[in-house]
């Protein structure tokens, strides 16, 4: 299994970075349908685990119903609303060897200018806010110890931190994972605290021995 950025298949029918003619104003929606189902399927799925005991006593009708707006959710944002509102792409294929490969992909240069500003906000706004709400009802959960509602948090989680951690990698780097950028970071931070303390003590005044005040009499 690999983390790379590599040409688009043959079978791709739109060329990532020709899909974004037309764009306006940065302070207008360029795709207001696409940013509506972003938000749609993200506040149904919630807004349906918050109100599904309150309509039905069965937790099957709503354990399904739940999932598949998380389902419709996770392939919207995967597949389109990441595409066209920031940019950014990320998907897998299997080469002809049986190999594994992630592809983490963002527009550069004018293209990357060319994203909406207020639809790029949405989004990740959206991206982020939505995982810590469901880390809420997860404590909640497991503070009334109801195991069979935090199943279908954890599925929640585990869909919805797919698509954040999958963009947050195209936005921080195809080539550099989150953990190897934090580490980087951090060695630099200890070189440079490092030379400049080499620098301070081989800069400091030397005390002269022969100078010291001598107590014989």
Known sequence: MSSATLPLLEDDTVAFGNDLDGIGAKGTLEHPYVTFFHLAFRGASIVTYMLCEWFSDSFITSFVTVVLLLSMDFWTVKNITGRLMVGLRWWNYVDDDG???WVFESRKGQLQNRINEKEARIFWMAL???PLLWVV???IALFRLKLKWMLLVMISLVLNGA???GYFKCKV??????SSATTNF???QVLQNAVSLVTREATAPQANPMSQPSNTI
Request: hydrophobic content about 40%; proline content about 0%; aromatic content about 14%.
């Open 99 to 101: 190999k594994s490969h």
């Open 173 to 178: 780097g195809s080539n550099e994972s989150i």
């Open 186 to 188: 951090l060695r630099k």
């Open 137 to 139: 009802f997860f404590l």
């Open 163 to 165: 698509n954040l951690y």
């Open 128 to 130: 982020i806010l939505t």
